[in-house]
Nanobody, 122 residues
């Protein structure tokens, strides 16, 4: 399994970025997908997740109303649109997959890939 995250970069406060994660080596449409992030010196934390097929989503409170997760099963890709970025959003962002029924609570996610760096400057 490979999850190739891209789209990170340096952006000013209030700016936007769109992250993409291309998946291979798995039946993409069978898995719920999620985004997680890890800032220096901190544990990796949940950002957002999306159901494998019905479009249902879940977000961390810290990003609700600013971030939007979506997916294209035909392209084996999951996206994270990030608007209104804040310095505290600075982190390496990883995508992950899960088949757990408790996916909304970030349960059972597997990580494969290096992530993409997002830096928000003030």
């Amino acid at each position: 399994v490979q999850l190739q995250a891209s789209g990170g970069g340096l952006v000013q406060v209030g700016g936007s970025l769109r992250l993409s994660c291309a998946a291979s080596g798995l039946t993409f449409r069978s898995y719920h997908m999620g985004w997680f992030r890890q800032a220096p010196g901190q544990e990796r934390g949940f950002v957002a997740a999306i159901h494998r097929s019905d479009g249902a989503t879940s977000y961390a409170d810290s990003v609700k109303g600013r971030f939007t997760i979506s997916r294209d099963n035909a392209k084996n890709t999951v996206y994270l649109q990030m608007n209104g970025l804040k310095p505290e959003d600075t982190a390496v962002y990883y995508c992950a997959y899960s088949q757990n029924v408790n996916w909304r609570m970030a349960v059972g996610f597997n990580f494969w890939g290096q992530g993409t760096q997002v830096t928000v400057s003030s």
